[in-house]
């Protein structure tokens, strides 16, 4: 069912003449194959996510050819284990993407900060702080148009508690 869902969707984007720039796991995180077929099929790069939890998921990923991308979130997958995905990447020549759940501005400017030190992340997707119905933070990463910016922050992440 989450394969014919999948070509669902390329269907609908191509009839609407929209070109994505990445596709993100619209698959089970187990059907590798599946994913490989999807890229194979639509012809657009595909980012691995819920799959990759750590650099041994992304070498299975890379072998299987079934991503271009690989899709980091450090609530997922924890520092440590992040800084391994983002080697084996490398090594396998997979694109990064720096991604989050729901989680505040606190969480997603970290987020950032960790992908502009390292460098080399072709994607971000930290918009969920502006899904929560309330923000107990100051500062962060600056949002202008679809360019997020850490440049501002002078130490640390750059948020702090907001004072009531």
């Known amino acids: ?89 490398r090594e396998r020549g997979l694109g990064l993407m720096i991604g989050g759940n729901v989680e505040s501005i606190l969480a997603m400017t970290f987020s950032a900060c960790f992908a502009c030190g390292l460098g080399g992340f072709q994607f971000a997707d930290l918009d969920t702080p502006w899904f929560l119905a309330e923000n107990p933070f100051e500062g962060g990463y600056r949002a202008t148009g679809g360019r997020l910016s850490v440049a501002h922050i002078t ?6 508690p907001r004072h009531k």
């Open 1 to 89: 069912m989450a394969r014919e869902h999948a070509r669902e969707l390329v269907r609908g984007l191509r009839a609407a003449q929209i070109t994505p720039a990445l596709l993100e796991q619209w698959l089970p995180k187990d059907d590798l194959n599946g994913m490989r077929a999807l890229r194979e099929d639509c012809g657009w790069p595909v980012a691995a996510d819920e799959a990759a939890c750590s650099g041994e998921d992304v070498a299975r990923i890379a072998d299987a050819r079934a991503a271009d991308v690989v899709n980091i979130k450090l609530m997922k997958a924890g520092v440590a284990a992040a800084l391994d995905i983002v080697r084996v990447a």
């Open 155 to 160: 130490a640390g992440h750059g948020v702090v």
